[in-house]
């Protein structure tokens, strides 16, 4: 069964430090990853997706790598801003169907 | 549409009543997918649908949930009996294919008091 673990649970930076968010993972058989990021009593916005081809993605201030031998996925923010502040969440296939496993999300705030 | 529609976005029912809850994917999404997402928890997966495939019902927590999609089109998420362990937020996403990442609703805040 696919386990997947974020750490940290929650970080607090201010503003322009960078952040770094890791996801790892027990079945490295993946077709993809993807990071998404959730509001406080909002649903779920996607950042990246990653293809199990690809090692890393961008998009902006945000950069994700996938290291699938190792069962691990970093999602780095550059200069964060206190408009970053959510919980961030990534989520692996955990079956060939593409039904997705969620970590339990690192909460984020960024202070000015 | 332009993106995956989630109504109502809040409900509160009383305990013992049924809901229903309405998913409309992205047009020409085949997969769909129910979450539950209770106050300071993770996603649970509920059921998800694949074209005319069966169903993964593997997900549903008991017999008093249930729902339905016809083609690739709205889904429905009926609990019947609402209980007050039922409150969550409920989220529906849905995917162009399988393996190719989800698009999210904003999700039903369903309170049972």
């Known amino acids: 069964k696919q386990e997947v673990t974020q750490i940290p649970a929650a970080l607090s930076v201010p503003e322009g430090e960078n952040l770094v968010l890791n996801c790892s993972f027990t079945?490295?058989?993946?077709?993809?990853l993807q990071w998404f990021r959730q509001d406080p009593g909002k649903g779920l916005t996607s950042l990246l997706l990653?293809?199990?081809?690809?090692r890393e993605q961008t998009s902006g201030r945000l950069n994700a790598s996938l290291d699938k031998s190792s069962g691990r996925s970093t999602l780095y923010i550059a200069a964060s801003q206190p408009g970053d502040s959510a919980t961030y969440l990534c989520?692996?296939?955990?079956?060939?169907?593409?039904?997705?496993?969620f970590g339990a999300g690192t909460q984020v705030v960024v202070t000015p | 549409g332009a993106g995956v529609s989630q109504s109502p976005s809040n409900k509160v029912t009383e305990k013992g009543k049924d809901v229903e809850l309405r998913c409309d994917p992205i047009?020409?999404?085949?997969?769909l997918y129910w979450y539950r997402q209770r106050l300071g928890q993770g996603l649970e997966f509920l059921i998800y649908?694949?074209?005319?495939?069966?169903?993964?019902k593997s997900g549903l927590p008991s017999d008093r949930f249930s729902a339905e999609r016809t083609g690739e089109s709205v889904s429905t998420l009926t609990i019947q009996r609402t209980q007050q362990e039922d409150s969550a937020v409920y989220l529906c996403?849905?995917?162009?294919?399988?393996?190719?990442?989800?698009?999210f609703g904003s999700g039903t805040r369903l309170t049972v008091v």
């Open positions: 996403a849905s995917s162009p294919q399988i393996n190719y990442g989800y698009t």
């Open positions: 079945d490295s058989a993946i077709y993809n």
């Open positions: 990653i293809q199990s081809s690809q």
């Open positions: 989520a692996v296939p955990s079956d060939s169907w593409g039904k997705f496993q």
């Open positions: 047009s020409g999404h085949t997969a």
């Open positions: 649908f694949q074209g005319n495939s069966a169903p993964d």
